[in-house]
Each structure stands twice: as structure tokens, then as C-alpha cells.
């Protein structure tokens, strides 16, 4: 392991994808309830969404995520330009 980003205390990560150009980590968190993205330059979390998912996989020919929430029952359609949850 050559570096550790760490997320909010007890958020217990558990899928993670990269944006096709390397620049942004999008991670799941079990407990916390949300998906963080995580800019890869810095390690910093740029933004905190309200999704509460298992796993996520990126579109690598669009601007998309999709992100499963099994209590949900559904997959969730993320917008990663504007980085949020598309309606």
C-alpha cells in the first residue's frame, strides 16, 4: 500500500470505481449511507451524495456511473461531470 485516503470514521467502504480519466474515485460506503467522490490528485472527498450503494461501475464511453442499492432494489444513474445523482 503506498497511500491510505481516509473517509469519514466508521463509513466502511465497499465498492469503488475511477473515472475513465483517472481523475475522480467514486466510493461506496456501507454504514454512512453515501457514495463519496474522492479526487485521485489530492485524496481529498470533493463531495458527499445521499446514496446509500453496494457497488458502482463507471460508463467508460460516458459521463455516467450506475450504482446498485440492494435495500433500494434498484440501480442509481450518477452524472459524473456535475457529480450527482441523476433524476
Do not use: C
Amino acid at each position: 500500500v503506498s497511500q491510505t485516503i481516509r473517509l469519514p470514521n466508521g463509513s466502511a467502504p465497499n465498492g469503488v470505481a475511477i473515472t475513465p480519466d483517472g481523475a475522480f474515485a467514486w466510493v461506496t460506503t456501507s454504514r454512512e449511507a453515501t457514495t463519496s467522490v474522492v479526487a485521485t490528485a489530492t485524496h481529498q472527498v470533493v463531495k458527499a451524495l445521499d446514496l446509500a450503494a453496494v457497488r458502482i461501475v463507471m460508463d467508460p464511453s460516458r459521463p455516467k456511473a450506475y450504482a446498485a442499492s440492494h435495500n433500494l432494489e434498484k440501480v442509481t444513474v450518477l452524472d459524473t461531470t456535475s457529480q450527482s445523482i441523476e433524476e
